[in-house]
């Protein structure tokens, strides 16, 4: 509960308490000065009568004494007035009173027995009696008694006014107690700690050190101080760490997080990066009535992941998740990593026509197997153009309101669905920064005027300042393209573009990961590691010598199929290793509203069902297919216990999961079967490079990794490991945010 509403319910309590108590105390002593006001004037009245009756007694008394009696009816708040003998028998009464009282009190013949005044409250006949009984004695005898019965009901009613007045302005002034304490509170107490809090988180965060007035007074005044000398500390602690990093940033060959986030710091000062893509880092989905988020599968987000971790800023993506909706605040913004909130996931929403045509049809339908050269047909439609168009100019919005109030601001859109950004962006604000990363490959000329509509994504492209691709080749078929296309000045020493007044710089950026990895900094050892292996071996169900695995979304660019056959035909070749050698694929289900993606999924399972019936023996099976999306976590399972890890794709920009194969393995063991049609196959030449056309030829690495000595092996991924230890992620990060800000910017765009 809130320490406001703790507090008000409290004082709520309190006063409503106090309120009673006191107006209790002042009712029950109104009712005594009453009661007591009115004995007095009863005994008056008593009084000034006595004489009168007495000489009014028997033998000769009654009709005068019933005439006196008779002039006490009728009269406000008196019922009347009674004598009695000393037997407590009534003698004379005001006419009609014991219609109203009753004429037999017990007390009235003790107050004559005693010769004592009494009075009595009762009710009768539902109302409030008072009934004053005053002895008269002669020659010394008790002759009888004067009693006077009075109406007090108006005691009652005066009673209840009193309790409800008393009650309504002592709750009134609680509740003004009440709301000036909270306001106090909140003012001074929960307000200036609140305040003191995100002060201090900013701090801590490194920032901003921009000092708050911090708050005064005996309570919360010696912590702000103490707090004060603590952030002055701190200060001081970075200042020196920073200045350090610099100085290690200067002699060092590694790029590291930390480094990536000076760099950056240095390069942009306090601007924010901005960040576009498709598919986003943190997916939020409905899994029974529990809300979870998943990283989805896929190189984009393993890479820049980490870039954003280190240097903060905002990632525009598309909201594809379930649950992304009341996840996100009503802006579609969410702090990521969920459970360690470092930088802003912009989600934009897409209807399901335009995810249809912009993402399945014109993205994935189109481009997709128009830059893979695997032989896949693209399919291009008008009606997605159009939806594509239209996405993109939606994303542009999208950056161009984020951006709306900073200069010179830095943008790094991602990938083939968002060729047409970098132009719309650039038009509204020439002062922007725009490079575009293309995550897969460019073919050549002849291949890409298949695109109906090439020279528009050209048009696109050339808004950047700088396109980005995995290696050189892509580059240079980019360049011809553009040259067979566009009207445009191509610089092929510098590798730049001038068209309209805008230059753009085409250039190589290796994409790489996260180095040491995210998951796993320590070494691990046999023990731990033959502990894993058990454990998967498991649930697995199964028994098996030798581990390969293979991690992929299910696409058809893998070459998926083609590392199965090549299993198939091991097993055939090499017999000894039935029994003995199990391969693992991890597939993660793709843009499964596509066909080709369909028929892939059932084509992966029925090759695999084949191979295992074929082979499998009791506690064994050749290849075990795990189709799920697979968590991070699960994949570096595998990753480190694998024997051979096998990346077969048919044509790939980069692939990272040869790379992340690598980062995962810090004990410097297992074999990286890779394909000559990667781009990662340029940098990793330890690896055992394939053509995975070539059954034979994957046959026979196969056999290589599972027989190589373990010094050649260890040998090779080391050399592997420091090749992607000095090329990661942060370097790549580095370089592209260094090259983007040294770019000139005309300002203007034609
Ligand atoms: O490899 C190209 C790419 O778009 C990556 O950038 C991304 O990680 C991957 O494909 C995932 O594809 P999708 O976002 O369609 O699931």
């Known amino acids: 509960m809130k320490i406001t509403i703790r507090l008000i319910l409290s004082l709520l309590f309190v006063a409503i308490l106090v309120a009673g108590i006191f107006s209790y105390i002042q009712v029950r002593d109104a009712r005594e000065s009453l009661i007591d006001d009115l004995n007095r004037r009863s005994l008056l009245v008593a009084e000034s009568l006595k004489e009168s009756i007495v000489n009014l007694l028997p033998p000769n008394y009654k009709t005068k004494l019933n005439q006196l009696l008779e002039k006490f009816g009728n009269k406000e708040r008196l019922f009347g007035v009674a004598v009695y003998d000393s037997q407590g028998v009534v003698l004379s009464a005001t006419p009609g009173l014991f219609t109203k009282v009753p004429e037999n009190v017990p007390q009235i013949f003790k107050s004559i027995q005693e010769n004592q005044t009494a009075d009595v409250i009762g009710t009768y006949q539902q109302k409030d009696i008072h009934i004053f009984s005053f002895p008269i004695r002669q020659n010394d005898k008790n002759t009888g008694a004067i009693v006077i019965y009075n109406d007090i009901s108006y005691i009652k009613t005066r009673l209840d006014g009193i309790w409800e007045n008393n009650f309504i302005r002592l709750l009134t002034l609680s509740l003004l107690i009440i709301l000036t304490t909270v306001l106090v509170v909140r003012w001074s107490i929960v307000g200036p700690i609140a305040k003191l809090a995100e002060w201090l988180k900013n701090l801590r965060m490194g920032k901003s050190s921009k000092q708050i007035e911090l708050p005064e007074g005996d309570i919360l005044g010696p912590l702000a101080s103490e707090i004060t000398h603590l952030a002055k500390s701190l200060a001081m602690a970075r200042a020196k760490a920073e200045e350090e990093a610099r100085l290690r940033i200067i002699g060092e060959t590694t790029w590291t997080a930390e480094r990536l986030k000076e760099h950056v710091r240095i390069e942009l000062g306090e601007k924010n990066l901005y960040l576009v893509s498709n598919r986003e880092p943190y997916m939020h989905i409905k899994k029974g009535r529990k809300i979870e988020y998943i990283i989805p599968a896929g190189g984009l987000v393993t890479a820049l992941d980490p870039v954003m971790r280190a240097c903060g800023g905002v990632w525009i993506a598309h909201g594809s998740g379930d649950a992304d909706f009341e996840t996100a605040d009503q802006n579609g913004k969410i702090k990521v990593p969920p459970d360690e909130p470092i930088y802003t996931l912009k989600r934009v929403w897409l209807s399901k026509e335009e995810e249809q045509g912009y993402y399945y049809g014109f993205s994935n339908e189109g481009i997709w197997p128009l830059c893979h050269i695997t032989h896949t047909r693209p399919d291009f439609h008008l009606e997605d153009w159009i939806y594509y168009q239209k996405v993109n100019e939606k994303f542009a919005e999208a950056v161009l309101e984020e951006i709306k109030s900073e200069t010179d601001p830095l943008i790094l859109i991602q990938d083939y669905h968002f060729a047409l950004v970098s132009f719309m962006v650039k038009s509204k604000r020439p002062d922007a920064r725009v490079a575009i990363f293309w995550h897969i490959p460019w073919p050549n000329p002849e291949a890409f005027g298949i695109c109906p509509w090439q020279k528009e994504i050209l048009v696109g492209l050339l808004g950047a300042d700088i396109i980005g691709f995995h290696i050189q080749y892509h580059c240079n078929n980019f360049l011809e393209t553009v040259d067979r296309v566009l009207e445009s000045k191509i610089n092929w020493e510098q590798f730049t573009i001038e068209r309209g007044g805008q230059i753009t710089q085409v250039k190589p950026f290796p994409i790489s990961v996260a ?204 050399r592997l490991r420091n090749m992607i230890k000095e090329r990661n992620i942060y370097r790549w990060a580095g370089n592209l945010v260094s090259a983007l800000n040294r770019v000139r910017i005309s300002k203007t765009v034609s």
């Open 515 to 718: 180095f040491p990895s995210l998951l796993q900094n320590e070494m691990q050892d046999e023990v731990s590691k033959k502990k894993i292996k058990k454990e998967i071996l498991e649930e697995l169900g199964i028994e098996a010598e030798l581990i390969g695995v293979g991690v992929d979304r299910i696409d058809y660019t893998k070459g998926i199929v083609e590392r199965l056959k090549a299993i198939d035909r091991f097993f055939e070749k090499h017999p000894k290793f039935v029994g003995k050698f199990t391969f693992v694929e991890l597939g993660a289900p793709s843009r499964t509203h596509i066909k080709r993606y369909q028929d892939l999924i059932s084509e992966v399972e029925t090759v695999t069902d084949k191979i295992c019936w074929k082979y499998q023996a009791k506690n064994w099976k050749p290849i075990v297919f795990l189709k799920a999306h697979h968590s991070h976590e699960e994949i570096n399972r595998y990753y480190q216990v694998a024997d051979v890890c096998l990346v077969t794709s048919l044509h790939d920009g980069m692939n990272l999961v040869a790379k992340e194969f690598i980062a995962s393995r810090n004990d410097e063991d297992g074999v990286l079967i890779l394909s000559q049609f990667t781009g990662a196959s340029r940098e990793l030449q330890d690896a055992l490079i394939v053509n995975p056309y070539d059954i034979e030829e994957m046959v026979d690495a196969l056999e290589k990794a599972l027989e190589m000595q373990q010094e050649e092996r260890k040998e090779r991924m080391q």
